[in-house]
C-alpha cells in the first residue's frame, strides 16, 4: 500500500490539473454508511429505498409522509463531519491542482470540509436542500424539517403547492445535463483523474474514467474494493481512505 501511495503521490505531484471523483467510500469514516452494503441505508430501511423511486414517491402519498417524518426524526439525517480524506481535496485545491471536483454523494461534506462551491459538481444532487417537482423554488432541507415538526405531514411547495423532496436525483430522474457535460468536460481537458471511495460502477458518471483515460490522462484510483476499471489505472490504492488520500495529496508524509 505504501509504494501504491506513494507513486500515487509523485503522480499528483507532476499533474497541473487534475479532476476527482468520489463515491460512497469517502464518507463511511465520517459516520454515513453505504446504501446497499450490510449495513446500508436500504439495507436496513428498504422504506427509504421505495422513497428514492421518483414515480413511487409522486403517486404514494404514505411514502412521501413516512420519508418526511424519518427525516425529521433524524433516521435519514446524520450530523456528520468531514473526515481526512475531505480534508485531503481541501489541500489539493489550495495547492491549486484541482481542476473539478464531481461527487456522486449527497451529504455536501467536501463543500463543509472547505472545497469551493464553484469546484463542486453534486452529479446526484443534495440531502441538505429542498426542491420542488413543478416550479423552480429551492430552499435549505431544514426549512421544510421545520414545517413537518409543527404538524405538515406532507409540505407542498410554498410558491406552487405541488410535491417537495429533497434536491437528489431519484431513481427514474435524469441527471442534469449541464453538470453532466461539465463533468465530462473535466475529464476531457484533466492530466490526472483521481476516482475516490467509487466502484465505478454507477452509470453514467462511470464513464468519466475511461473518458479521461482515452484523452491522455493519468488515471489513479483510491479504494477499498475492486472497482470496474482498475485495468485502466495507472495505479490502484487500497486501504482507509481517510489515511491514504491524505497522503496522495500531500497532506501527510508517507509512512506517517
Not at 446504501?35 to 404514505?62: C, H, M, Q
Not at 464553484?118 to 426549512?143: F, N, P, S
Request: aromatic share 4%; with cysteine; net charge negative.
Amino acid at each position: 500500500m505504501v509504494y501504491a501511495a506513494a507513486a500515487a503521490r509523485r503522480m499528483v505531484d507532476a499533474a497541473e490539473r487534475v479532476t476527482v471523483l468520489t463515491g460512497a467510500g469517502i464518507s463511511t469514516d465520517s459516520g454515513l454508511p453505504d446504501f446497499r452494503g450490510p449495513k446500508g441505508l436500504w439495507t436496513r430501511d428498504p422504506a427509504a429505498e421505495r422513497a428514492s423511486n421518483i414515480d413511487v414517491y409522486v403517486s404514494d402519498p404514505d411514502v412521501r409522509r413516512s420519508n418526511w417524518a424519518r427525516r425529521a426524526e433524524g433516521a435519514l439525517w446524520a450530523d456528520v463531519e468531514p473526515n481526512r480524506g475531505h480534508e485531503a481535496l481541501v489541500h489539493l485545491e489550495r495547492r491549486g491542482k484541482l481542476h473539478l471536483l464531481i461527487t456522486q454523494n449527497v451529504d455536501e461534506l467536501h463543500q463543509r470540509a472547505g472545497n469551493s462551491e464553484e469546484l463542486v459538481v453534486e452529479i446526484h444532487g443534495t440531502t441538505r436542500k429542498v426542491q420542488c417537482l413543478a416550479c423552480d423554488y429551492r430552499d435549505e432541507m431544514e426549512a421544510a424539517l421545520a414545517r413537518v415538526r409543527a404538524g405538515e405531514e406532507d409540505p407542498p411547495c410554498p410558491r406552487c403547492g405541488w410535491l417537495l423532496k429533497a434536491a437528489t436525483v431519484s431513481f427514474g430522474q435524469s441527471l442534469n445535463p449541464v453538470d453532466l457535460a461539465r463533468a465530462e468536460r473535466a475529464a476531457v481537458e484533466c492530466d490526472l483523474f483521481l476516482a475516490v471511495g467509487t466502484t465505478l460502477a454507477v452509470s453514467p458518471i462511470n464513464m468519466t474514467a475511461p473518458i479521461a483515460v482515452r484523452s491522455g490522462a493519468r488515471l489513479v484510483i483510491v479504494n477499498g474494493e475492486p472497482t470496474e476499471f482498475d485495468s485502466l489505472a495507472d495505479v490502484v490504492v487500497g486501504g482507509s481512505i481517510s489515511e491514504v488520500l491524505p497522503v496522495i495529496c500531500g497532506l501527510a508524509a508517507l509512512g506517517g
